[in-house]
């Protein structure tokens, strides 16, 4: 129900291939083989960016995702519980 409900209130980009049930990047990499191959073929030039989010979302402030949340119009309760996940968390490398 919480995240039907986050999905509704913040789609995320067709594209988005992490944190969802997709088969992995396989589709991402080969839509990338094929403007690559296109851009050859075609001898045009070809500007890529990759964006490395690893270890984003521990450095992104509770409050900002909770904020945004409530600015997206999702419901209340689903926004108290995301704000029970972040209470008192922590984590211990043994």
Do not use: W
Not at 41 to 65: N, P, S
């Amino acid at each position: 129900i919480a995240t039907a409900r986050l999905a509704r209130a913040c789609p995320i980009n067709p594209r988005q291939r992490g944190f969802i049930c997709a088969s992995g990047c396989s589709e991402n990499l080969k839509l990338f083989q094929l403007l690559v191959k296109c851009v050859k073929q075609e001898h045009r030039h070809l500007g890529v960016v990759f964006v490395d989010i690893a270890k984003a979302f521990d450095t992104v402030c509770h409050q900002h995702i909770l904020t945004g949340l409530v600015k997206r119009g999702v419901d209340p309760h689903i926004v108290h519980l995301v704000s029970e996940m972040y209470r008192n968390i922590t984590t211990y490398i043994v």
